[in-house]
């Protein structure tokens, strides 16, 4: 059984990094992706980007456009856990942020649809 577990959430203070882990473990084949998410209050969950055991089109890491430029990601999945760094962070980035297995990578990572396990999530807070 797959598993996945957030590490490194609680309080950052706005103009300020981001920095958190996913330990997984427990995947059957040595093709697999790792999408994180995050859910703010009040607002539906967004698809933040996904990383692939294996290139496709020479790629490993997919970001979705509203983060370019602020996000990072582990670019081998060789390495675990995986590390997502923000930078920098602003109020709007306050949510509760989860690392998934994706069945897809590109776009449709993007879409919690998609997902088929789900980590249990990392409260990060942006304060001023």
């Known amino acids: 059984q797959v598993q996945l577990v957030e590490s490194g959430g609680g309080t950052v203070q706005a103009g300020g990094s981001l920095t958190l882990s996913c330990e997984f473990s427990?995947?059957?084949?040595?093709?697999?992706?790792i999408a994180w998410f995050r859910q703010a209050p009040g607002k539906e969950r967004e698809g933040l980007g996904c990383l692939a055991s294996k290139p496709s089109k020479s790629q490993t890491t997919f970001i979705a456009e509203f983060v370019k430029g602020r996000v990072t990601f582990t670019e081998n999945l060789a390495k675990n856990p995986v590390i997502l760094r923000m930078s920098p962070m602003n109020s709007g980035d306050t949510a509760t942020y989860y690392c998934?297995?994706?069945?897809?990578?590109?776009?449709?990572?993007?879409?919690?649809?998609?997902?088929?396990?789900w980590g249990k999530g990392s409260l990060v807070t942006v304060t001023s």
């Open positions: 998934a297995s994706s069945f897809y990578f590109g776009r449709r990572c993007l879409d919690q649809r998609y997902v088929a396990k």
């Open positions: 427990g995947f059957q084949t040595d093709d697999y992706v």
